[in-house]
């Protein structure tokens, strides 16, 4: 089991940026597959970005590609988010989650320790 810890949420308006972080206090970072998820007040948790155990690859969801980029410093067993051009739609409550393996996965159940998750959100 890993210890996830976000921060950098907060307030924002829209167009403008974020960037969240997820400390992992695991001697092993190296060795998971990270994810970032969301859930909106009333919807589902959704896969929002993953990031393989070197940093390759990637893998986005449609909805914020080509505005967020998912990045990690093994040696500060750090995994990122940085969000930009942020719409009213982002507004969720973000959470970092770690898998074991080589495959970046995009569903829930394929990680298996989450964070408690850092609150965004975006005014109009």
């Known amino acids: 089991q890993v210890q996830l810890v976000e921060s950098g949420g907060g307030l924002v308006q829209a167009g403008g940026s974020l960037r969240l972080s997820c400390a992992a206090s695991v001697r092993t970072f190296s060795t998971y597959v990270m994810g970032w998820f969301r859930q909106a007040p009333g919807k589902e948790r959704e896969f929002v970005a993953g990031?393989?155990?070197?940093?390759?690859?990637?893998s986005y969801a449609d909805s914020v590609k080509g505005r967020f980029i998912i990045s990690r410093d093994n040696a500060k067993n750090t995994v990122y988010l940085q969000m930009n051009s942020l719409e009213p739609e982002d507004a969720a409550v973000y959470s970092c989650?770690?898998?074991?393996?080589?495959?970046?996965?995009?569903?829930?159940?394929?990680?298996?320790?989450w964070g408690q998750g850092t609150q965004d959100t975006v005014s109009s």
């Open positions: 990031i393989g155990r070197t940093g390759a690859p990637t």
């Open positions: 989650a770690a898998a074991c393996g080589w495959m970046v996965v995009t569903t829930l159940n394929g990680y298996g320790s």
